[in-house]
């Protein structure tokens, strides 16, 4: 490959992969306009169940459909497969933006996380195939530093479109984007595929994995979402769990089998799937829980939220390819044990955060502060910057080591089975210290407000720690929870 060759092919892989990981989070700031503007149809769909679904229908069906896509990545072609997702996930970013109503909306989310399960996995085994050395692991940095940074600036992002235009930039802004990306596969990206790859596509077995991950997905979303009050989350996910520990005997069995069982003979590849789901879970518990403290507890507002996360952010893009390179070189094992470390202290610092701190309240007129408040400099600033170094340190040879470990031919299916670990382990984390939220929430409640019925209906619905109490609530119980709860958490 050319050098020029080589700069198309990471711009391809880097704005498909982006996009299909920013859409996330940039939409989830659209949902309350959604829901707000656009009809229901035919379901009479309410507020907050539209926006359930406008964001679940993407999230679990990209999930779901992961390993399925790195599987037919390594099966027909990566090229060829990418470049079928980054058209498919143009076209239903436009469907989204044009959506005349939520059924719809919901319909093309649905779509357009399938063709996102196309895209994800393989723009890692595309890197894979066509680099090696040093200049992989200066690859996979770029990748890593640029995938991290989207999670991180999506809320920002979302904000800026969402408020400055409409909605439905939040999925318009795809498109030209997805042009670029094709145009530069189409010019510049080798093809690869497994070459051993013979005989019948196992079918049945990405049924089993899809209904294990789609299981466990919707099962720990709609469990939140209920504050595991219903049996529905408990139902799917027993059949989530009974499908993974099915999915092993089938591929056992299977000639054909869609995921190699011997990849998790190499301890490399299982070990760092397990650090990827407690290490994400980590990262997304921190931003989930950081943005509720933020505005809930200390005051601020949501751009001051949003450029909070800048600075790991910019360490994320400066310097995670300097790491990938000397992961490359000198092995990723230091790097993966230095950078969690790293980040631990991070959050021991911000979690010596006083729940007065001064808040910083960005861009609202005569009131607003354009230079950071001193409790940002003080309490928040030093604690997210070591974070975001563990962060820089860690991705980078994370993913170098999980690509290494596996033959070059079954690249598709390990980075589909690492994506789908982190994307489904992440909420599952999320929802374990949920439930002690919960718990401490509901018990700080009773100690503040005594004789307070915290287990009536209106009192779950009006006051749940994830959601902003209306009017009808009583002040000194809003207090309790905004003021008493959080704080206690970033405490312990």
Not at 22 to 48: C, M, Q, W, Y
Not at 460 to 473: H, S
């Amino acid at each position: 490959m050319t050098k020029t060759q080589k700069r198309g092919t990471m711009l391809a892989v880097i704005l498909g992969s982006g996009i299909v990981f920013l859409d996330t989070s940039v939409v989830n700031l659209a949902l309350p306009k959604i829901a707000k503007e656009l009809p229901s149809r035919l379901l009479s769909f309410g507020e907050l169940e539209a926006q359930a679904y406008v964001a679940n229908g993407y999230f679990i069906t990209l999930s779901a459909l992961l390993i399925l896509g790195g599987a037919l990545n390594d099966y027909f072609g990566r090229k060829r497969m990418f470049a079928v997702g980054l058209a498919g996930f143009g076209a239903t970013s436009l469907l989204c933006g044009i959506a005349p109503n939520v059924e719809l909306l919901i319909l093309f989310r649905v779509l357009q996380g399938a063709t996102g399960a196309l895209v994800v996995p393989g723009s890692l085994s595309i890197i894979t195939a066509s680099f090696e050395g040093e200049e992989q692991g200066r690859a996979f940095g770029v990748w890593a530093g640029a995938s991290a940074a989207t999670t991180i600036l999506g809320p920002l992002i979302g904000g800026i479109l969402v408020n400055s235009i409409s909605w439905r930039a939040a999925f318009l802004i795809n498109v030209p984007l997805l042009l670029i990306a094709y145009y530069a596969t189409v010019r510049n990206v080798p093809e690869s595929r497994d070459e051993a790859a013979s005989g019948h596509f196992d079918w049945l077995g990405s049924a089993v994995v899809a209904l294990a991950v789609a299981g466990l997905a919707f099962g720990t979303i709609r469990g939140q979402q209920q504050n595991w009050q219903e049996p529905v989350a408990f139902v799917s996910l027993g059949i989530g769990a009974a499908a993974a520990i099915a999915f092993p005997i089938r591929m056992k069995r299977s000639s054909h089998a869609l995921v190699p069982l011997h990849l998790f003979k190499s301890r490399n590849f299982t070990v760092t799937n397990i650090s990827t789901f407690l290490i994400y879970g980590a990262l997304y518990v921190t931003i989930t829980f950081q943005g509720i403290f933020l505005i809930a507890t200390l005051g601020y507002n949501e751009p001051a939220t949003g450029v909070a996360g800048v600075p790991a952010t910019l360490l994320l893009a400066l310097f995670s390819t300097r790491f990938g390179k000397l992961a490359a070189r000198y092995g990723p094992r230091l790097f993966m044990a230095l950078g969690p470390a790293i980040m631990g202290l991070g959050l021991l610092y911000l979690a010596r955060m006083p729940s007065d701190s001064e808040p910083w309240v960005l861009g609202t007129g005569s009131s607003g502060q354009i230079v950071p408040s001193g409790g940002y400099l003080a309490d928040l600033l030093p604690g997210l910057v070591v974070f975001g170094i563990g962060l820089m340190i860690m991705v980078a040879p994370l993913t170098t080591c999980l690509m290494t470990s596996v033959p070059r031919e079954n690249s598709g299916v390990a980075s589909a089975i690492n994506n789908a670990i982190s994307r489904v382990g992440s909420p599952l984390v999320v929802a374990v210290i949920f439930v002690a939220v919960v718990s401490s929430f509901y018990g700080a409640i009773r100690e503040r407000v005594p004789g307070v019925d915290v287990g009536s209906p209106r009192f779950r619905e009006q006051v749940a720690p994830l959601n902003p109490p209306d009017e009808g609530v009583s002040p000194v119980v809003v207090r309790a929870a905004v003021h008493l709860v959080l704080p206690r958490l970033a405490a312990h």
